[in-house]
Nanobody, 124 residues
């Protein structure tokens, strides 16, 4: 069992930046990948970015390439999501999740542990 706790959400103006963090505890193994998802009101939860714990290989949704950066600190068992040039339509709850297959991208069903989410609100 692994526990994931997100932090760093908040209110920011369009064009601004936020850095989210996801701290993992419990049965954390390095042979996994981690992902960030987001869910806007009334919409499906969508993949944002993923990273492999060991290699650091990353993968991004097309909509965030060049603006978001996912990174990890293996010592702290923490994954980060640096979000720049935020847009109002990116408002929603951001979740981190663990992918036991270690793939940097997988559909939502491929993730077996989820955090409680952190709210990001981008004002226009």
């Amino acid at each position: 069992q692994v526990q994931l706790v997100e932090s760093g959400g908040g209110l920011v103006q369009a064009g601004g930046s936020l850095r989210l963090a996801c701290a993992a505890s419990g049965r954390v193994f390095s042979a996994y990948a981690m992902g960030w998802f987001r869910q806007a009101p009334g919409k499906e939860r969508e993949f944002v970015a993923g990273i492999n714990w060991i290699s650091g290989l990353t993968y991004y949704a097309d909509s965030v390439k060049g603006r978001f950066t996912i990174s990890r600190d293996n010592v702290k068992n923490t994954v980060y999501l640096q979000m720049n040039s935020l847009k109002p339509e990116e408002t929603g709850v951001y979740y981190c999740a663990r992918n036991p297959s270690s793939r940097v991208y997988a559909p939502r069903s491929g993730y077996d542990s989820w955090g409680q989410g952190t709210q990001v609100t981008v004002s226009s």
